[in-house]
């Protein structure tokens, strides 16, 4: 167990909708990112968060965005979803130095249909 | 550029055999960490094990090894006397100073599947 949770485990989205996508990182990790993992492949930076400031990005569009609370809690919003979105969303918390690791929650995965 | 290489795409073992799986990668910064982890069928991403670009010192950690030589920027792992429950996705990871320290940048994995 990492101490890390997300919710939803399924989501199921239609084209066009908004999504919320929401992790609890382990205490005292200040460092929250997330990631998007579609079907067979490796996963894919969107990006991090340090006490509460986005602190580096992926290639991924504006209508990716995240929020980070004090208490250890984050969200990753996506708009106007499409269908290149299904994927599972995964979320990773570290103390926040480069050498740390990056402990993952169980994933959302999201359906666009 | 970062780049994680994992060649093996799938690699099927009889239980009790050793497997070895590949990770070459790429990185213009002298300092990087390279990661292992493992994801079985429930989707989690577990760590495994994590070297810093300054430590070549190979290691045995119960049934898991690694080999990590920068000389070639391979970061190999070997499972020995594999057991069913090592099926599973493995990812080999790498975070440098590219874009922002934090910032995994994975390979697409390699399946394991261990029968019995």
């Known amino acids: 167990e990492t101490g890390v949770t997300q919710s939803p485990t399924h989501l199921i989205k239609t084209r066009g909708q908004q999504v919320t996508l929401r992790c609890s990182s382990q205490?005292?990790?200040?460092?929250v990112s997330w990631y998007q993992q579609a079907l067979g492949q490796g996963p894919q930076f969107i990006f991090q968060?340090?006490?509460?400031?986005?602190?580096g990005r992926g290639n991924f569009p504006p209508r990716f965005s995240g929020l980070q609370f004090p208490n250890y809690s984050s969200e990753l919003n996506v708009n106007a979803l499409e269908l290149d979105d299904s994927a599972l969303y995964l979320c990773?918390?570290?103390?926040?130095?480069?050498?740390?690791?990056?402990?993952f929650g169980p994933g959302t995965r999201l359906t666009v249909l | 550029a970062q780049k994680v290489t994992q060649a093996q795409t799938e690699i099927s073992v009889v239980e009790k055999e050793d497997v070895t799986l590949d990770c070459v990668y790429e990185?213009?910064?002298?300092?990087?960490?390279l990661f292992w982890y493992k994801q079985p069928p429930s989707g989690e991403l577990v760590f495994l094990i994590r070297?810093?670009?300054?430590?070549?010192q190979n290691e045995i950690s119960g049934r898991y090894s690694w080999n990590f030589q920068k000389s070639t920027s391979s970061f190999n792992f070997t499972i020995t006397a594999s057991q069913v429950v090592d099926s599973a996705v493995y990812f080999c990871?790498?975070?440098?100073?590219?874009?922002?320290?934090?910032?995994?940048?994975f390979g697409a994995g390699t399946q394991v599947v261990v029968t019995p």
């Open positions: 990185t213009r910064d002298t300092t990087y960490y």
């Open positions: 070297r810093n670009s300054f430590d070549e």
């Open positions: 968060y340090y006490r509460e400031e986005e602190n």
């Open positions: 990871a790498l975070s440098d100073a590219t874009d922002s320290w934090g910032k995994l940048q």
């Open positions: 205490s005292g990790h200040n460092t």
């Open positions: 990773a918390s570290s103390l926040g130095d480069a050498e740390d690791t990056q402990y």
